[in-house]
C-alpha cells in the first residue's frame, strides 16, 4: 500500500486492516508453537516407544537371567567362613586366617540381616569343620546362595596382594555374583583387583546354590596382612562383600 492509498482510507478501515494484520500474525504464531508441541510430542512418543522396545527385548532375551531369585519369601544367604580349630589357614605373625575369616562373615551377617535377609553361617565360633561338612550345612540350609570367605597365600612371591573372587565354572549366576562382589568389594577396601576366575573348589563344585569363594588379600604380604587383622578393614570387606550381594539379587 503506498502513501496516496494509505490517505485516502478512513480512520475506520486503517483499524480494521491493521486488526486483520494483527489477526493473521497470531495465527502464524499459534500455527508455529502448535507445530512445535506436535513435534515435541511426537519425540517424546518416540522415546517411550524405544524404551519400551529395549525393556522388551532385555526381558524377552533373559535380561536378569544372571540375578538369583529367591526360593522362599525372604532370600537366604549362607555364608562359610574358612578353616576353624586346628585348622588355622594360614598365618602371618597376629593375622591368622581362621580369626580373619570368621570376622568378616561374623560382621556380614549382621550387615545382611539388617537389609532383611536370612543369613546361615557354617560355623559361628573356633570349630574345625571337613569339607563334606561344609558342603553338607550349606545344602541343608536350602540357601539361595552361598559366599565363602579364606584369605589367599604365595609361597613364592610376597610381593602379591590384592583380592580376588572365585566362581563356579559353567554357572552364569555364580560369575554374576563374583563379578558384583569383586567389584564392590575393591571399590570399598581399595585393594588391588585381581578379577575373578572359575575356581576348583569343594565348596564350590558340590553345593547345590550359586556359591562364590573371595579372598580379600594376600596373608603372605606383609600390608595385606596387617590390614586383614585391622577391624575397620575387615568392616570395608564385609560392606563390599555386602553390596555385591544385594546387587545379585532378583528383588522383583
Same mark, same amino acid.
Not at 508455529?32 to 515435541?40: A, C, D, E, N, V
Not at 575397620?232 to 545379585?248: E, F, L, T
Given at each position: ?11 475506520? *478501515?486503517?483499524?480494521?486492516?491493521? !486488526? ?24 517424546? =512418543? ?7 522396545? /529395549? ?12 540375578? /538369583? ?48 535377609? *536370612? ?20 545344602? !541343608?540350609?536350602? =540357601? ?34 563374583? !563379578?558384583? /562382589?569383586?567389584?564392590?568389594? /575393591? ?23 550359586? =556359591?562364590?569363594?573371595? *579372598? ?17 578393614? *575387615? ?18
Amino acid at each position: 500500500m503506498d502513501t496516496n492509498e494509505k490517505q485516502r482510507l478512513t480512520p475506520e *478501515q486503517r483499524r480494521r486492516k491493521m !486488526e486483520i494484520k494483527k489477526r493473521k500474525q497470531r495465527e502464524l504464531k499459534r500455527r508455529k508453537r502448535k507445530k512445535k508441541i506436535l513435534i515435541g510430542v511426537g519425540i517424546a =512418543a518416540g522415546v517411550l516407544v524405544l524404551a519400551l522396545a /529395549i525393556y522388551l527385548i532385555i526381558t524377552l532375551l533373559g535380561g536378569g537371567s544372571h540375578e /538369583i531369585a529367591a526360593k522362599g519369601e525372604t532370600f537366604v544367604i549362607a555364608l562359610d567362613p574358612g578353616h576353624g580349630g586346628e585348622d588355622t589357614g594360614m598365618t602371618n605373625g597376629e593375622a591368622v586366617e581362621k580369626e580373619i575369616d570368621l570376622k568378616i562373615c561374623s560382621k556380614l551377617k549382621i550387615m545382611l540381616e539388617s537389609q532383611g535377609y *536370612q543369613v546361615v553361617l557354617t560355623r559361628e565360633d573356633d570349630t574345625r569343620l571337613s569339607k563334606e561338612e561344609r558342603v553338607s550345612l550349606a545344602n !541343608e540350609s536350602d =540357601a539361595d546362595l552361598l559366599v565363602s570367605v579364606h584369605c589367599n597365600y604365595s609361597e613364592s612371591d610376597d610381593s602379591l596382594s590384592g583380592a580376588v573372587s572365585c566362581y563356579q565354572e559353567g554357572s552364569s549366576q555364580s560369575q554374576a555374583l563374583a !563379578e558384583n /562382589i569383586q567389584s564392590h568389594l /575393591i571399590s570399598e577396601s581399595g585393594a588391588s583387583d585381581h578379577g575373578t576366575a572359575a575356581g576348583s573348589y569343594s565348596i564350590l563344585n558340590d553345593t547345590e546354590m550359586p =556359591a562364590v569363594l573371595i *579372598q580379600p588379600g594376600y596373608l603372605s604380604n606383609e600390608s595385606d596382612a596387617s590390614s586383614l587383622a585391622d577391624d575397620s578393614y *575387615q568392616n570395608d570387606v564385609a560392606k563390599g562383600i555386602a553390596y555385591g550381594i544385594i546387587a545379585s539379587l532378583d528383588r522383583r
